[in-house]
């Protein structure tokens, strides 16, 4: 109100235009926050707009110049117009960005200064933070007429004699636009959304606009006179507030600055201008503060932030999890990074075993993240713990707001003064492979943001876990493999002793009989004897030597097998194993029919059964063995049952049994699978199951 009152004393206190329109300007450019102003006329002889008063002056606004080449757009709307304002000027033009080190108008809004029908001016103002609005044109449209009028009154200075009458008249008339700009601005002002208010040089409010009371619930009227220490703003907000207002008042410039506020409504985020006044005397007289609600800014702000910290934070612990191939590693970078992300009192990470047992490999115990050492692991059965179970058999996570409300809930990593819980499950390769479990003392502290972000890092850590496991199978594989190697080498040496040893016993000492003979059977016929006792003895060396050769072939590899195929070589075998080893060996085939399995299956199979039957014999002092061999659609498989002492299966993978690790490679490398049933005492029972299709059908 000031500054109107200011600028229409001006019009009428004012002998020289470029002073008046100078007060105006200022006045006008205080209200509107604004960072430069300028009023340009268009010369008496016609041609563009010059610019006659501007503040500050210099850069793009010169006395006696044309105005910028930037505004020539909006200076033809609004002669078109009457008015109008540009938010991006750097959007719409082009040209220099700056000259003689001055910054150029990012914003602009102009209003014409109309004499009867003829545009004689503008008034213009540049560079408001945030922006020109409808109300700030509104605002300059009133002030454009107060120049309008000054610009009337001094031409009409210049002719009194000319034009006393109607001098008079444009004084009458401009009385009254004076009073419905004051009435105007009044209107304006507390109708805007921002809060206006007045310091005095005691930091006391003189003005306060409407807004102030939609914000704080008491009248503007009962807040005039008080601090901002009266308003009951917290002091924190105050100290920074009032040390604003006493540099602006110290200094004569405009500053801003953002505060938290307090409110009836919850607390809101404001942008504040201040912007120095001056009065008749030199000096700030008072300091206007236009407040702008920013809360939805400031939240779209904090929410970006807080998304960023976030993939950043997911992206280091990817890296992290990632950089080594050990699962203890992993389960414990997993909660190790998980807690910057989602805070809490207590974790673990628990893996499934076999069906639905679950250890605990890794907890945060309040201080760190310790891994636990196979023998430190607590160990229980899921389905035990109907939560758990749903986490392990739906794949979905679970949130409880407070564990105590739960009946009969125990884990073994809880405390008793948890409450908050949330259950997150593992996958790899595509199955929940376990689950890890945070808790927090507040109940109901955790959200579905906070699932969301412990599913992003799940999905993370299952990819490590899975490598994990994918490293530990291979080295596995590996080891499996060189042991199969040795044992290889080693039984390639064993059948090459046997096959030495039964020739050099066997073939050999009856062919140096056959020779033997042979000499004795040169000299009776020399002597003229009856030979015929000697052939026959003879023949019968003969005999057995064809026959131990035969049987050590058919040891390597019996012709039955590539002649007849499997059903009939797996029945020759179980006759001649039951003639050799002195066991009852009882053989049956279902399903075969004349139509031959391919090589590769045949061999695997008969050597699975050869295999375990020379288990049974080494181990297992068994009395009777039964194999079955079924062919059932595209499925062959062999089961091979004994009544001997049995074993635990749980040794198997100790390198001590090669025989069934080699059966193991043979069915893996058929795509088929492997079943070992034992127990001590209760005899053992194998069965391999493969595919009946050809292995490699390129071959």
Request: charged residues 25%; glycine residues 8%; proline residues 4%.
């Amino acid at each position: 109100m000031a500054a109107l009152l200011e600028a229409a004393h001006a019009v009428h206190e004012k002998r020289v235009f470029g002073e008046a329109a100078g007060a105006i300007l200022g006045a006008c450019k205080s209200l509107l926050a604004a960072e430069a102003g300028f009023v340009a006329v268009r010369p008496s002889s016609g041609g563009a707009f010059e610019v006659a008063v501007a503040d500050p002056a210099g850069g793009e606004l010169e006395t006696r110049r044309g105005l910028p080449a930037r505004l020539e757009q909006l200076v033809v709307h609004v002669c078109a117009a009457g008015a109008g304002f540009d938010n991006d000027l750097d959007g719409r033009t082009a040209g220099p960005r700056a000259r003689a080190g001055h910054p150029v108008a990012s914003n602009a809004l102009l209003a014409s200064i109309v004499l009867g029908d003829e545009i004689a001016g503008l008034l213009g103002f540049l560079d408001k933070l945030g922006g020109f609005s409808s109300s700030d044109l509104r605002l300059a449209e009133v002030f454009a007429e107060m120049t309008a009028v000054a610009m009337l009154e001094r031409r009409a200075l210049n002719g009194l004699e000319r034009a006393r009458s109607a001098l008079a008249g444009e004084l009458r008339a401009s009385t009254g636009r004076r009073k419905q700009a004051e009435e105007s601005f009044q209107a304006l002002v507390e109708n805007l959304p921002d809060v206006v208010a007045r310091y005095d040089s005691d930091l006391r409010l003189v003005y306060v606009s409407a807004a102030a009371e939609r914000l704080t619930g008491r009248p503007a009227r009962e807040l005039v006179g008080r601090s901002n220490l009266e308003l009951g703003i917290s002091a924190e907000v105050v100290a920074a507030y009032d040390a604003a207002l006493r540099r602006v008042f110290s200094s004569g410039r405009p500053e801003s600055f953002e505060s938290a506020v307090a409110t009836r409504d919850g607390t809101r985020h404001f942008e504040t201008r201040l912007v120095p006044e001056s009065g008749s005397e030199e000096g700030v007289s008072s300091v206007l503060s236009v407040a702008r609600d920013v809360t939805d800014r400031w939240h779209a702000h904090e929410a970006e932030r807080r998304a960023r910290s976030v993939a950043d934070a997911l992206r280091e612990a990817t890296v992290a999890l990632t950089r080594s191939f050990d699962r203890e590693t992993v389960l414990t970078t997993l909660l190790d990074r998980l807690r910057p992300i989602v805070p809490f009192d207590r974790g673990s990470v628990m893996l499934l075993e076999e069906a639905l047992r679950v250890s605990v490999r890794a907890v945060f115990d309040g201080a760190r993240v310790v891994p636990l050492a196979p023998e430190a692991r607590a160990q229980f059965d899921g389905n035990e713990h109907p939560v758990v179970r749903d986490i392990l058999t739906s794949g979905t996570p679970v949130l409880i707001p407070d564990i105590r409300e739960v009946p009969d809930w125990s884990l073994p990593a809880d405390r008793a003064s948890e409450a908050s819980w949330m259950g997150v499950p593992l996958f790899t390769r595509g199955t929940v492979a376990g689950l890890f479990a945070l808790s927090k003392r507040e109940p109901g502290y955790f959200n579905q943001d906070h699932v969301r972000l412990a599913e992003a890092m799940s999905s993370q850590a299952s990819v490590a876990v899975e490598n994990a496991v994918l490293f530990e199978q291979m080295q596995a594989s590996a080891s499996r493999m060189r042991s199969l190697s040795r044992r290889l080498v080693e039984v390639q040496e064993s059948e090459r002793r046997q096959i030495a040893r039964e020739l050099h016993d066997e073939a050999g000492q009856a062919l140096a009989s056959l020779r033997y003979g042979l000499r004795l059977l040169e000299r009776e016929v020399d002597l003229g004897g009856d030979v015929t006792a000697r052939v026959a003895e003879l023949l019968q060396r003969t005999d057995s030597v064809i026959e131990g050769l035969q049987r050590l072939a058919a040891h390597l590899r019996p012709a039955s097998l590539d002649h007849l195929g499997l059903e009939a070589a797996l029945r020759q075998y179980a006759q001649s194993a039951a003639a050799e080893f002195g066991l009852a060996v009882h053989f049956k085939a279902r399903g075969f029919t004349g139509e031959r399995l391919p090589a590769a299956v045949e061999t695997a199979l008969y050597r699975i059964v050869q295999e375990a039957v020379t288990n049974v014999v080494r181990h297992s002092r068994a009395r009777q063995v039964d194999v079955l061999a079924e062919r059932r659609g595209d499925r062959v498989r062999v089961m091979i049952e004994d009544d001997g002492v049995g074993f635990a299966p749980g040794q198997v993978d100790r390198g001590s049994h090669f025989g069934l690790l080699g059966m193991k490679e043979r069915v893996e490398a058929l795509d088929g699978s492997l079943l070992v049933e034992s127990s001590p005492s209760s005899g053992t029972t194998i069965v391999a199951e493969v595919s009946s299709a050809d292995p490699n059908p390129d071959r």
